[in-house]
């Protein structure tokens, strides 16, 4: 069974629209995260929710907006897309979110707009 | 300036050498993380740091807390080792990864 598991694995899209980018962990850890890694592969933290509240928000968009119904689960919707949003979108997971924490990342999402 | 700096960017190995990877970063951390992605582009954890040193086949991880410098040494490296890694600290006061630019490595056999 996978650990995190991101859908989808790729998305193209057009420039204006509104998508969502879906993570789940079966691991039982309270603590998730959104990373971007950008052309240059550098990865950056956008993200991170413990136990379905925001801990750590990042400077990013308005039109980026995570949403987390439940522990296990932090969906990300980008609204508006521009070209710049194009990256390997990446979510993860740790226990609790410490600094010691393993984090378990997801297959990624690349996002293509067009 | 990068808070986090990883030498080399790229490096060339044939099969069997001592690889050593290194991190410098600018200010106080609670611990430090060794990521490798795969080429495919998956990410997965090698090793958490707080002190001292960890080994885990043939992958050694070393920290110098007072001098803010970490290295990732492979023995005997082989192809399969070929991957970006990446050191990732966490500062102090805080609880979120700052990556490093990331070393790729490839193992020629």
């Known amino acids: 069974d996978t650990a995190v598991s991101q859908t989808p694995k790729y998305l193209v899209t057009q420039m204006g629209n509104d998508k969502s980018i879906k993570c789940e962990q079966n691991l039982g850890h309270d603590t998730m995260y959104w990373y971007k890694q950008d052309s240059k592969k550098f990865l950056k933290i956008m993200f991170s929710y413990n136990n379905k509240e925001l801990i750590i928000n990042e400077t990013v968009p308005n039109r980026f907006s995570p949403k987390s119904p439940d522990k296990a689960h932090l969906n990300l919707h980008i609204n508006s897309l521009e070209l710049g949003d194009s990256a390997v979108y990446f979510c993860?997971?740790?226990?609790?979110?410490?600094?010691?924490?393993?984090?378990?990342f997801g297959p990624g999402t690349r996002l293509t707009v067009l | 300036k990068n808070e986090v700096e990883q030498s080399p960017q790229n490096l060339t190995a044939q099969e069997g050498e001592f690889i050593t990877i290194n991190c410098s970063y600018s200010?106080?951390?609670?611990?430090l993380h060794w990521l490798q992605q795969h080429p495919g582009g998956g990410i997965v954890s090698l090793f958490m740091l707080s002190s001292g040193k960890k080994k885990h086949g043939r992958l050694i991880a070393t920290i110098n807390i007072q001098e803010k410098h970490s290295s990732l040494h492979i023995t005997a490296s082989h192809p399969r080792d070929s991957a970006v890694y990446i050191c990732a600290p966490v500062f102090s006061g805080t609880y979120k990864y700052i990556f490093g630019t990331g070393t790729r490595l490839k193992v020629l056999a």
């Open positions: 993860a997971s740790s226990q609790d979110g410490s600094s010691t924490d393993t984090q378990y």
């Open positions: 200010v106080g951390i609670s611990a």
